[in-house]
């Protein structure tokens, strides 16, 4: 038995959709930890800074092995990556919220 | 149509969120493509309330104290609320579909496209208003 041809690329572009969210997450992740590098940066900044890479980290690392479900021979859905994933991204959202309070 | 799974509607959709994967007891396995294209449009939503986000961000650090008092982070924490709105309402509606194509049901209908530009657009008229009122003075 020959393995799925994947004929509508559906793997690869599920894999690029993580990508491009990943970019996105970046610039919101830089955004957030931009104010620690004024030169009068306060412990806040810097905690506020350290959250958000940290939060960064784990997003990219989600998509990373999310990948490896893709590259199956059938690709598997994702399951518990896409809740994570977005609790994550409205946990930016709440640092955010600290960031305007700076 | 129900959105609660037994009758528990928060418990109940926040199981579900977790693990469509535990409910195997309804429906059967749908088409990998069919699963993956959900999970695409999961992370278009989820880009675009990274986007409000991103937006709210900067305002919060680009703009310019406006003329009204505090207009600047209401704006900023307006559009951070609703990027986190955004990505809250992906999950629940990825978790719905994942659970229709599962049963064979009509894919759930959702009002909430609209109800998100009707409050970008009221927003961008707020601003556009300030600035106004900012150049008459």
Redesign the interface.
């Known amino acids: 038995m020959t393995p799925d041809p994947d004929r ?1 690329a ?2 690869e ?2 894999r690029l ?2 990508r ?2 990943g970019l ?2 970046t ?2 992740a830089l ?2 930890a ?2 620690s590098f004024r030169p009068e940066a306060g412990v806040l900044a810097w905690l506020i800074a350290a959250l958000a890479i940290a939060g960064w980290a784990a997003m990219i690392t989600l998509a990373y092995r999310r990948a490896r479900g ?1 590259g199956s021979v ?7 990556v ?2 994570a ?3 994550l ?2 946990a ?3 640092l ?2 600290l ?2 309070m700076l | 149509m129900t959105r609660a799974v037994d009758n528990q509607p928060v418990l109940g959709a926040l199981r579900q969120w977790f693990d469509p994967e535990k409910q195997p007891t309804v429906g059967r396995t749908p088409d990998y493509r069919f699963s993956l294209a959900n999970e695409r449009t999961f992370l278009a939503w989820i880009r675009t309330g990274l986007a409000l986000i991103a937006g709210g961000l900067a305002c919060a650090q680009f703009l310019p104290p406006l003329s009204v008092a505090h207009l600047r982070e209401i704006i900023a924490i307006g559009l951070l609320l609703l990027g986190a709105l955004v990505a809250l309402r992906a999950v629940d509606h990825w978790a719905r579909t994942e659970r229709a194509m599962r049963l064979g049901q009509e894919l759930p209908g959702s009002k909430f496209p609209a109800i998100l530009a009707l409050a970008v657009t009221a927003g961008a008229l707020l601003l556009a208003i300030a600035v106004l009122i900012k150049a008459v003075q």
């Open positions: 509508g559906a793997a572009r599920t959709a993580w491009r969210t996105s997450a610039a919101v955004l957030a931009r104010p893709l059938p690709p598997r859905p994702g399951r518990r896409i809740p994933y977005a609790l991204a409205a930016l959202a709440a955010g919220g960031v305007v």
